[in-house]
């Protein structure tokens, strides 16, 4: 004990719709070590965003904790008041979102919200502009004093996004939060941010939990990538693992289908049939079932992630088969 | 064979700002053509320009041979049953308010095909994308991204169109929802012989897609070939760094990455000589001069200092 710095354990969230209790996370659980890089990979609607915003308590108003912790530094975050989160918001765990247009202020200069930002320092306004200009060249900004003063429209798409990479560890947080902090770029501006937060975590040591459904992003900065499929975790694992031995069936088609895998050019591209279930409406059984081509009698269970061995984790039935096999 | 679209020296400035500065290129009859070049490189004005919905004070755009540059929107409004757009934003470009009935099915209306029965079509059209026929009551916000993306491809295709203009048509999917995407503008191109241009900065869209593509710096064409041998022969430095920045879904492979130096230069101030000079790995003081477009083998490049 301890070097787990954010742990989720058998996390559960629902949202209160019309149409019934939408099962948005089931039974979450996997760890996030200090100074770690963890993915999560998932497609649409797998839970991705609740789970951050259930991490930073920033959930809607109809959503409902069922069961489950999540223990950042040892302490459940569920059970903390609204002031408590607020003191760790921002200073031990802070957020980069995916669109970098949308997450400065348009009318004030970049210098202002920098500053604005260290609310809770007690250093004067021209250290905190000097604190603000440091951190700009941290993430590639060049002649940060004059750039201080432009307001968000004078800076690309990707310097934006080094912005708010800055904003986000101005207070120098523990966990950094990556929610698709490189979705709206392009090839050449994702590589840079990669690198740049490659960069920073080792210069600064925080953990960063990277959300993205790019692989090959994933494949390139993480060192353990947790895999959610419709509200549930189906593997989780170290990145080799993940990407040359994946034990889950939906883990494997998803690296299949990655046109990046393809290097000839593919008149069918390989997709996953059917649709993602409704999580209003959960079908019994494992969740990947309908849409698995390997799925038996057996998958009207629902497996447990169970662990393969040291650090990987899947939910399938054929796992347990291979082991009474061999 | 003739081109369905014939692009010639395009220009479009907003005041000062020359956004597209020549572009040229063709699209042949059931051919895809993909342009690709980072944030700001003109991509989407492009497209827009042909469609007329950008400025475009020189140069020509021919679409079957007549010349539409310039034309006005009572003069374009036919040829828009020819021409489609997909745009950008699934959600943002379908009306909240409407339904997808109507949303796919709302081309009739603005061409005043009144014989055409609205809910049969709207059924078809959703067959057509692959999407249940009950969807046609759904409003966009009952929408995934990649149903969205769909509506906007069944009302793209409602006039039955020659030439589709796809801006990122794949942005903010996922990666089986992608694949199902380029299968069905693939099948539909061999089906119904269309003609496509897409917009897009992801690289492995454009290997599995694109029959020819352009790569565009600061509004101009700085290479243009086939597909296969842009992928296996950039000879641009630049296209070399954007092939080279494309991440691998593996943690192992080596990658040898070609860093692009600094930012976008400002189109205010456009650099002298090689546009690309002060960001190319292999710039040399040749390259102080201006390179001039220059084409080998069908393969386009505009560089002093090819690979």
């Known amino acids: 004990m301890s070097d787990t710095l954010l742990e989720i354990d058998n996390l559960s969230v629902d949202y209160e719709t019309e149409r019934g209790d939408l099962k948005a996370l089931r039974d979450i659980s996997f760890d996030v070590q200090k100074g770690e890089i963890v993915g999560i990979v998932g497609e649409s609607g797998c839970g991705k965003s609740t789970l951050i915003s259930s991490i930073l308590r920033l959930t809607a108003p109809n959503t409902r904790f069922r069961q489950g912790e999540v223990r950042f530094k040892g302490d459940d975050i569920l059970t903390k008041t609204e002031r408590q989160m607020r003191d760790l918001r921002g200073s031990d765990i802070s957020i980069v979102f995916q669109d970098p247009m949308q997450t400065h202020n348009p009318v004030l200069t970049i210098g202002r919200q920098l500053v604005d930002i260290q609310h809770r320092s007690k250093a004067t306004k021209a250290q905190k502009l000097d604190i603000a200009a440091k951190m700009l060249a941290a993430v590639g900004i060049p002649d940060p004093q004059a750039r201080l003063k432009q307001h968000p429209h004078e800076f690309s798409g990707g310097m934006r996004q080094r912005i708010a990479i800055a904003m986000a560890l101005m207070s120098e947080p523990d966990l950094l939060i990556a929610d698709e902090p490189t979705t709206a ?35 390139e900065l993480c060192d353990r990538v947790v895999v959610m499929y419709a509200g ?11 990407f040359h031995d994946p034990k889950h069936p939906y883990t494997r ?68 088969h291979e082991e009474a096999a061999t | 064979m003739s081109a369905i679209l014939d692009v010639n020296d395009l220009q479009t400035s907003y005041g000062s700002v020359n956004v597209l500065a020549g572009v040229s290129f063709s699209v042949q009859p059931g051919e895809t053509y993909a342009m690709v070049g980072e944030s700001g490189s003109g991509k989407t004005t492009v497209i827009r320009a042909i469609a007329g919905l950008a400025p475009a004070q ?35 470009s379908l009306s909240p308010r409407v339904t997808v009935r109507n949303l796919i099915t709302e081309p009739y209306r603005i061409q005043g095909m009144k014989e055409k029965d609205i809910d049969a079509e709207a059924k078809r059209l959703l067959a057509l994308v692959n999407l ?22 069944a009302r793209a295709l409602a006039l039955e169109p020659k030439l589709i203009l796809a801006d990122e048509p794949t942005a903010g999917l ?18 119904l012989g269309l003609s496509m241009v897409i917009i897009t900065h992801n690289l492995n869209v454009v290997r599995h897609i694109a029959d020819r593509m352009g790569i565009l710096y600061l509004g101009r064409l700085v290479e243009e070939g086939s597909t296969e041998a842009i992928f296996d022969e950039p000879r641009h430095p630049y296209t070399h760094c954007l092939l080279s920045a494309n991440p691998e879904p593996d943690p192992d492979a080596q990658l040898e990455r070609i860093a ?48």
Not at chain 1, 275 to 289: K, T, W, Y
């Open chain 2, 58 to 92: 020189a140069g020509s755009v021919k679409f079957d041979g007549q010349e539409i540059r310039g034309l006005s929107e009572r003069a374009m409004r036919p040829l828009r049953k020819d021409i489609a757009m997909m745009f950008q934003d699934p959600i943002g």
């Open chain 2, 260 to 307: 692009l130096k600094g930012e976008p230069p400002s189109l205010l101030m456009r650099p002298s000589g090689c546009e690309f000079r002060e960001r190319c790995p292999v710039a040399s003081d040749i390259c102080l001069q201006t390179p001039k477009w220059e084409v080998n083998n069908d393969h386009g490049l505009r560089c002093l200092t090819p690979r």
């Open chain 2, 132 to 153: 249940p026929s009950h969807f046609a009551d759904r409003y966009p916000y009952q929408l995934s991204g990649g149903q969205a993306r769909r509506v906007g491809v």
């Open chain 1, 253 to 320: 088609r998803l690296i299949e289908c990655d046109p990046g895998h393809i290097k000839t050019r593919a008149r069918i591209l390989p997709t996953i049939p059917g649709e993602v279930p409704d999580l209003a409406n959960l079908p019994d059984g494992c969740i990947f079932r309908d849409r698995c081509e390997q799925a038996t009698d057996r998958c009207h269970q629902v497996p447990a992630l169970e662990k393969l061995k040291e650090g990987h984790f899947a939910a399938c039935w054929l796992n347990h």
């Open chain 2, 174 to 191: 996922d990666v089986s929802v992608q694949g199902e995407l380029l299968n069905l503008l693939n099948d539909l191109r061999d089906r």
């Open chain 1, 185 to 219: 770029l392009d090839a050449t501006l994702e590589v840079q941010i990669i690198e740049r937060l490659k960069d920073l975590q080792s210069e600064m040591n925080c953990a960063i939990l990277f959300i993205s459904h790019h692989l090959g992003v994933i494949a």
């Open chain 1, 232 to 242: 549930a975790v189906v593997e989780s694992g170290d990145v080799r693992e993940i």
